[in-house]
C-alpha cells in the first residue's frame, strides 16, 4: 500500500520530464551548467588545530600534514557536502509533498488518487493543433522526421509537461493553506562581498555575493533574474559582484572585468556592468570601449586605465578568493553563505531569501511594485 501510494504521488517530488522521444528534448525548469562551467561549493574542516597538524605521511623524512590533505581536498570535499545536502533536501521535499496531499486528502475524506484525479489531471487541458505545429517547426532539425510521425509524441509530452506543472502549482497551492516548517540546515559558508561593489542598502539582512564572468553564457542569462530578484526585495538585499573570468574558455572575460573597474573609476561601475550584460557580443577592447561611449565615459581614460593593467591584480584576487572557496564555474551564487548554482529561476533565490529572513526574524513582504 504505501510502495502503491509512493508511485502514484512519484510525480509531485521530480521536475519538469525529458520527452523519450530520440530526437526531441524539453528544456528543463532549471537550465544547467555545463561540465566544465560547474560550480563547486567552498569547504572548512571540522579538525581541531593540533590534527591538522599531524603528520600523515613522510616523503624523505618531510612531513605532509593533515592540514595540506584539507586544502588540497577542499573543493571535492564541500561538493560532496553539497551533494549531500541536496540529496537530503530534494528526499524531503518529495515526503513533504506527499503528506501535504495525503493531508489535503484527508481533510476532504477522499482518496490520494481521487484528489490527484479531480483537482489536477482533469484540468488539464489536451495539446492544440497549433501548438503542436508550432513546436515542431522550431524542432524540425533536431527531430529529423515528418510531422505525421511524431505528432502524437510531441501532443503527449507538451501535456504532460502542462500536467507537471500543474501538479507543481498545487503543491505550491497546499503550501500555503497547510502549515510547513523544514529544519533541516543548509551547507552556509562565509563569503564575503566586495563592498566597493555593492547594490542595495549596506545593512540589508540577506547578502548575495555572485562570482561571475562577463562572457559566461550563463551569466548573461542569470542576469536578468538577478535584478528581477533585486527588484523585488530592494530593502531587503545587498548584491555584490566578484569576477571569475574563466580565461582558458573565455578569452575576453579577463580584460572586460578590469575594464569594469577602471569604469569604477569614473564612479559608473554598475552602469558599465550592466551594459555589459544587456547587450552581450563581442568583448574586444573595441566593442568595450563603444559600450563605454553609450554611458557617456571618458573613452581615453578608460582604455589608458585597461592598457596599465592597474586593476590586473584585484581581479585576481577576487578569482583566487573564488577558487579558496571551491568554485570552478560560473555563475556561482552564495545567499548568506548558501550556495546556489548556476543559472536558476528566480524562484530559487526567492526559496532561499524568503527562507533566510524568516530564520532572521524579517518579514518576507517584498517590496510592493
Known amino acids: 500500500m504505501v510502495r502503491a501510494l509512493r508511485n502514484q504521488f512519484a510525480p509531485f517530488s521530480r521536475s519538469l520530464p525529458v520527452l523519450a522521444l530520440a530526437s ?29 597538524d599531524k603528520p600523515i605521511a613522510l616523503v624523505d623524512g618531510k612531513p605532509i600534514l593533515e592540514s595540506d590533505l584539507v586544502q588540497q581536498t577542499r573543493p571535492q570535499m564541500q561538493q560532496l557536502r553539497n551533494q549531500e545536502y541536496d540529496i537530503k533536501r530534494q528526499a524531503l521535499d518529495g515526503m513533504v509533498n506527499q503528506k501535504l496531499v495525503e493531508a489535503a486528502a484527508a481533510r476532504q475524506k477522499i482518496g490520494v488518487a481521487e484528489l490527484i484525479s479531480r483537482d489536477v489531471d482533469s484540468k488539464v487541458r489536451e495539446t492544440t493543433e497549433e501548438e503542436i505545429t508550432a513546436y515542431y517547426a522550431g524542432q524540425k532539425d533536431r527531430i529529423g522526421r515528418p ?19 500543474a501538479r507543481q502549482d498545487y503543491i505550491a497551492a497546499l503550501r500555503k493553506n497547510i502549515p510547513v516548517e523544514i529544519y533541516l540546515e543548509p551547507v552556509r ?28 553564457p550563463f551569466c548573461i542569462k542569470a542576469y536578468p533574474t538577478v535584478r528581477a530578484v533585486l527588484g523585488k526585495y530592494a530593502d531587503k ?11 582558458n574558455i573565455h578569452g575576453q572575460a579577463q580584460e572586460a572585468a ?19 550584460f544587456e547587450a552581450p557580443s563581442d568583448l574586444s577592447r573595441e566593442k568595450l570601449l563603444e559600450s563605454a ?6 573613452t581615453a581614460s578608460l582604455e589608458l586605465c585597461i592598457e596599465s593593467g ?9 578569482y583566487q578568493e573564488g577558487l579558496r572557496a571551491g568554485i570552478s564555474g560560473t555563475p556561482a551564487f552564495y545567499i548568506n553563505g548558501i550556495f546556489l548554482n548556476g543559472s ?11 527562507s533566510e529572513l524568516a530564520r532572521l526574524g524579517q518579514s518576507v513582504q517584498p517590496v510592493a511594485k
Open 24 to 52: 526531441l528534448a524539453f528544456l528543463s525548469t532549471i537550465t544547467p551548467v555545463i561540465a566544465e562551467e560547474q560550480p563547486a561549493p567552498p569547504a572548512s574542516s571540522a579538525l581541531a588545530p593540533s590534527a591538522l
Open 147 to 165: 510531422i505525421e510521425e511524431v505528432k502524437d509524441q510531441i501532443a503527449a509530452g507538451l501535456k504532460q509537461n502542462r500536467g507537471q506543472q
Open 189 to 216: 559558508l562565509n563569503v564575503q562581498p566586495d563592498l566597493t561593489r555593492l547594490r542595495g542598502p549596506v545593512d540589508a539582512p540577506i547578502t548575495i555575493v555572485e562570482f561571475s564572468d562577463f562572457q559566461c
Open 237 to 247: 538585499v545587498r548584491f555584490s559582484y566578484r569576477d571569475f573570468p574563466l580565461r
Open 258 to 276: 578590469e575594464a569594469a573597474r577602471c569604469a569604477g573609476d569614473q564612479n559608473k561601475y554598475w552602469q558599465f556592468h550592466d551594459v555589459l
Open 293 to 298: 561611449t553609450k554611458i557617456s565615459l571618458d
Open 310 to 318: 592597474k586593476y590586473r591584480n584585484e581581479v585576481e584576487k577576487d
Open 344 to 354: 536558476q529561476p528566480a524562484s530559487a533565490f526567492e526559496q532561499v531569501i524568503e
